[in-house]
């Protein structure tokens, strides 16, 4: 009868031990600092996304989404970090999350697991790791930035006269070019070309205002996607 009461308390302790919360490692102290240092962290991102993502467009949604990304990761692994049941269930609810937001910007997957590894190394305690990661990598991406080729890529769209073909042939070969799309209704043609000029380099649009025939001369910075 001993030895049923002992295996017993055994089994209550090892039931205890797999489903129960390991509340030495979740005390509101430790608590409070992960989500600090996952606040810190999300925030050096949101700074360095906002001053120095070169983006067509700025979007202050996901920008804010990586700060809340960052946070939320580091309760979930917290939360797996306590228990290993509920670990289990959650990773099994994440699995069928699906997300149909598009990314159209392929540097816009690089901040959110971004967001995502600094949420992970804080939600594990290591939060120096996460400072000093977060830290490093944004000196990384900040000096890529500066030392980035100053030459971008962009959409010409120029609309002219037919008899003026040879004039803005002779404009485009003056850089590098290549062509997306070309529409000729009666005399009048829209010519669409991606083109490698320097930022803000406007006396280049002149040159196509200059050409007898030429209806108007459009720019866009070119992200690499394109619909006719």
């Given at each position: 009868m001993a030895n049923f009461l002992i295996?017993?308390?055994?089994?209550a302790d090892a039931a205890?031990?797999?489903g129960g919360f390991d509340i030495a490692?979740?005390?509101v102290p430790t608590?409070?600092?992960t989500l600090l240092t996952s606040a810190v962290c999300g925030g050096v991102i949101y700074l360095v996304y906002r001053f120095f993502n070169r983006s067509v467009v700025y979007n202050e949604n996901f920008n804010i989404l990586v700060i809340l990304t960052t946070v939320v990761t580091s309760f979930i692994i917290m939360t797996i970090s306590a228990n290993i049941v509920l670990s289990l269930g959650m990773v099994g609810a994440l699995s069928i999350v699906r997300f149909r937001a598009a990314v159209k910007d392929p540097l816009d997957i690089g901040f959110l697991f971004w967001g995502i590894a600094a949420g992970i190394t804080a939600g594990a305690q290591l939060y120096w790791v996460a400072?000093?990661?977060?830290?490093?990598?944004?000196?990384?991406?900040i000096l890529l930035t500066i030392f980035r080729k100053e030459k971008k890529s962009y959409l010409l769209i120029v609309r002219y006269d037919a008899a003026s073909e040879m004039n803005v042939t002779g404009v485009l070969n003056g850089v590098k070019y290549r062509l997306k799309n070309k529409t000729q209704t009666g005399s009048r043609v829209e010519?669409?070309?991606?083109?490698?000029?320097?930022?803000?380099?406007?006396?280049?649009l002149s040159r196509f205002n200059a050409i007898e025939g030429v209806e108007s001369v459009t720019l866009l910075e070119y992200s690499g996607e394109y619909m006719n």
């Open positions: 295996s017993g308390s055994k089994l205890e031990l797999v490692n979740l005390s608590i409070l600092l400072l000093i990661g977060t830290a490093a990598i944004a000196v990384l991406y010519l669409t070309v991606e083109v490698k000029i320097r930022k803000n380099d406007t006396a280049y």
